[in-house]
């Protein structure tokens, strides 16, 4: 009843001028976007023809295997560029042909015209949310399979000497982990209670069951520890629940766009537990809200900048568009590197960019207020 009553009440108040808007942007953002997908495709498909030819693949075997995934990708990690690029265009083209300035001197305050914009824009973030955190990375999961099989081949063997926590006592120690045998080799199990050593186990090779997710070690030498007393066992084969997938060991770092936002919290809250780095993991988390928020702050910085006319008309706005586009992209760059490499927490890294361009749009509404 009152999603109903909601709807009605917006629709109630979005006028003629917003509906011409609204469509202008929808329409402009569709055709920006099988524009730029049209040809990234056909450039990543002309770096990739080798290894395509290489491994003897039709053009259907790569477009249902590759490109029909490849596709949302490329709409999730550049959406907010189609979006901007957009509202640039139409909202420049409003600009020549004195549309704009009619709005204006009919009395409509600029405010008042950012709305079907904003409302627009709003829209769309949801639907980059929801597509980037839950959608994408069902598809991504496809599209980097095929990569590893055909493309970049997925390393098969893990760095040397990887030590985890698991939990608040138990540690697990690896020489190396083998992804074709599924098998991890000098492997140590620690137990620590109390700062107090309870239990440590050594193996020659532990083995990886992915039904049951747990580890088989063979060929144990026990020491357990009990009031004082230690107990020294010789066993041949057992298996630990020991919860660690031995594929994040292996695993390049693109397979964090596999994760749908639950499994890359749940990931983040396991790397944590272990004393491992999470902070790339953090700072994808959060970016993956910031971008969404970043296509509503685009939209606003857009429209100021080509809503006047300039010497160059459309083309001088796409140029500063384009520009203020790749330097958005280059501070998302600059703040991630920070992160990681210095003090930059993954949340202020995330949404830097925005509030750099937050800043941004504000000077540019004062300017346009004079």
Request: with cysteine; net charge positive; charged share 20%.
């Given at each position: 009843m009152f999603i109903t009553y909601l709807c009605t009440s917006i629709t109630s108040m979005i006028k003629v001028i917003d509906r011409y808007i609204i469509k202008q942007f929808f329409g402009g953002?569709?055709?920006?976007?099988i524009l730029i997908v049209s040809v990234a495709m056909t450039i990543d498909l002309g770096e990739k023809m080798s290894n395509f030819v290489q491994s003897n693949l039709t053009f259907y075997q790569v477009f249902i295997g590759y490109y029909l995934y490849f596709i949302?990708?490329?709409?999730?990690?550049l959406g907010p560029y189609f979006v901007f690029i957009t509202v640039i265009y139409f909202t420049s083209r409003l600009s020549s042909r004195s549309e704009i300035i009619a709005m204006l001197n009919s009395g409509m305050s600029f405010k008042r015209l950012l709305y079907p914009y904003i409302i627009t824009s709003a829209l769309l973030a949801i639907g980059f949310w929801v597509a980037i955190n839950?959608?994408?990375?069902?598809?991504?999961?496809k599209r980097l399979a095929f990569e590893n099989k055909?493309?970049?081949?997925?390393?098969?063997s893990s760095q040397v000497h990887i030590h985890k926590r698991l939990d608040d006592s138990t540690y697990f120690y690896l020489r190396v982990y083998?992804?074709?045998?599924?098998t991890a080799y000098n492997v140590t199990l620690e137990k620590i209670i109390n700062s107090q050593l309870k239990e440590k186990v050594m193996a020659d090779k532990a083995v990886y069951d992915t039904l049951t997710k747990s580890w088989t070690f063979d060929k144990l030498f026990v020491r357990s520890f009990q009031d004082g007393n230690e107990k020294i066992e010789i066993i041949e084969s057992k298996k630990y629940p020991i919860k660690l997938d031995p594929t994040l060991?292996?695993?390049r770092w693109t397979h964090i766009q596999e994760l749908n936002r639950t499994e890359l919290k749940q990931?983040?809250?396991?790397?944590?537990?272990?004393?491992?780095?999470s902070k790339a993991y953090e700072i994808e988390y959060h970016k993956r809200t910031s971008k969404c928020f970043g296509v509503i702050l685009l939209t606003i910085v857009g429209v100021i900048l080509a809503s006047k006319k300039v010497r160059g008309g459309i083309g001088m706005h796409l140029m500063l568009g384009l520009a203020l586009g790749s330097v958005y992209e280059v501070i998302?760059?600059?703040s991630d590197s920070f992160a990681i490499k210095a003090s930059l927490g993954a949340h202020s890294a995330a949404w830097l960019p925005n509030f750099l361009y937050l800043i941004l749009a504000i000077l540019l509404w004062k300017k346009i207020q004079e």
């Amino acid at each position: 009843m009152f999603i109903t009553y909601l709807c009605t009440s917006i629709t109630s108040m979005i006028k003629v001028i917003d509906r011409y808007i609204i469509k202008q942007f929808f329409g402009g953002f569709i055709f920006a976007l099988i524009l730029i997908v049209s040809v990234a495709m056909t450039i990543d498909l002309g770096e990739k023809m080798s290894n395509f030819v290489q491994s003897n693949l039709t053009f259907y075997q790569v477009f249902i295997g590759y490109y029909l995934y490849f596709i949302p990708y490329l709409v999730g990690l550049l959406g907010p560029y189609f979006v901007f690029i957009t509202v640039i265009y139409f909202t420049s083209r409003l600009s020549s042909r004195s549309e704009i300035i009619a709005m204006l001197n009919s009395g409509m305050s600029f405010k008042r015209l950012l709305y079907p914009y904003i409302i627009t824009s709003a829209l769309l973030a949801i639907g980059f949310w929801v597509a980037i955190n839950y959608v994408i990375p069902h598809s991504d999961v496809k599209r980097l399979a095929f990569e590893n099989k055909y493309i970049v081949r997925e390393p098969q063997s893990s760095q040397v000497h990887i030590h985890k926590r698991l939990d608040d006592s138990t540690y697990f120690y690896l020489r190396v982990y083998d992804n074709l045998a599924k098998t991890a080799y000098n492997v140590t199990l620690e137990k620590i209670i109390n700062s107090q050593l309870k239990e440590k186990v050594m193996a020659d090779k532990a083995v990886y069951d992915t039904l049951t997710k747990s580890w088989t070690f063979d060929k144990l030498f026990v020491r357990s520890f009990q009031d004082g007393n230690e107990k020294i066992e010789i066993i041949e084969s057992k298996k630990y629940p020991i919860k660690l997938d031995p594929t994040l060991l292996i695993k390049r770092w693109t397979h964090i766009q596999e994760l749908n936002r639950t499994e890359l919290k749940q990931l983040i809250d396991q790397l944590k537990l272990q004393g491992s780095d999470s902070k790339a993991y953090e700072i994808e988390y959060h970016k993956r809200t910031s971008k969404c928020f970043g296509v509503i702050l685009l939209t606003i910085v857009g429209v100021i900048l080509a809503s006047k006319k300039v010497r160059g008309g459309i083309g001088m706005h796409l140029m500063l568009g384009l520009a203020l586009g790749s330097v958005y992209e280059v501070i998302v760059k600059f703040s991630d590197s920070f992160a990681i490499k210095a003090s930059l927490g993954a949340h202020s890294a995330a949404w830097l960019p925005n509030f750099l361009y937050l800043i941004l749009a504000i000077l540019l509404w004062k300017k346009i207020q004079e």
